[in-house]
T-cell receptor, first 114, second 113 residues
């Protein structure tokens, strides 16, 4: 049972480049989330999805886009990367009612924008 | 506006001691309070959670104390071990708000041998 898998683990981008962070889960969870983690700042919600075809903005959505075409996959797209997007990104999923059940996190993607 | 305030930012405890991490929240609609544990290079993982209908929940060496009137909750780690060294996040969510988790800023715990 792989749980939540994120790729890549590390990436360096140049300013203005674009990339997609991949996230897939094999637990048949309806809810999926993208967080960013900056030192001393906790986890900030970027986007979330309550099921295939449904996405919504979180606390810090600017500069990002998501899609949810299947239950398993929830990719995060960065367009025109900026240094402010240097962070560690975590994808998570949960079975039922969002934050009221256990959220399972991936191992993270460390992104540096130079 | 920070909805969940966590303190201290860092904590150093000797092996066998008690580690205490505190969180305070503002939104009285919050009704689910989990704690997540994160080891370096890993994603957070659920440690223990509490709902406001109880004042305390214990799982092994880990205890959550909850004070609804003060809007505070805390994590106590008894007999702290070097293997407990990690970053701990408190969080909160409310029913109906898409039930998203709001996280505190985290506490880096170091347990010295």
């Amino acid at each position: 049972n792989a749980g939540v898998t994120q790729t890549p683990k590390f990436r360096i981008l140049k300013i203005g480049q674009s990339m997609t962070l991949q996230c897939t889960q094999d637990m048949n969870h309806n809810y999926m989330y993208w967080y960013r983690q900056d030192p001393g700042m906790g986890l900030k919600l970027i986007y979330y999805s309550v099921g295939a075809g449904i996405t919504d903005k979180g606390e810090v959505p600017n500069g990002y886009n998501v899609s949810r075409s299947t239950t398993e996959d929830f990719p995060l797209r960065l367009e025109l990367a900026a240094p402010s997007q240097t962070s560690v990104y975590f994808c998570a999923s949960s079975l039922g009612t969002g934050g009221r059940t256990e959220a399972f996190f991936g191992q993270g993607t460390r992104l540096t924008v130079v | 506006q920070q909805q969940v305030k966590q303190s201290p930012q860092s904590l150093i405890v000797q092996k066998g001691g008690i580690s205490i991490i505190n969180c305070a929240y503002e939104n009285t609609a919050f009704d689910y309070f989990p704690w997540y544990q994160q080891f370096p290079g890993k994603g957070p993982a659920l440690l223990i959670a509490i709902r406001p209908d109880v004042s305390e929940k214990k799982e092994g060496r880990f205890t959550i104390s909850f004070n609804k009137s003060a809007k505070q909750f805390s994590l106590h780690i008894m007999d702290s071990q070097p293997g407990d060294s990690a970053t701990y996040f408190c969080a909160a969510s409310k029913e109906g708000g898409s039930e998203k988790l709001v996280f505190g800023k985290g506490t880096k715990l170091t347990v010295n041998p």
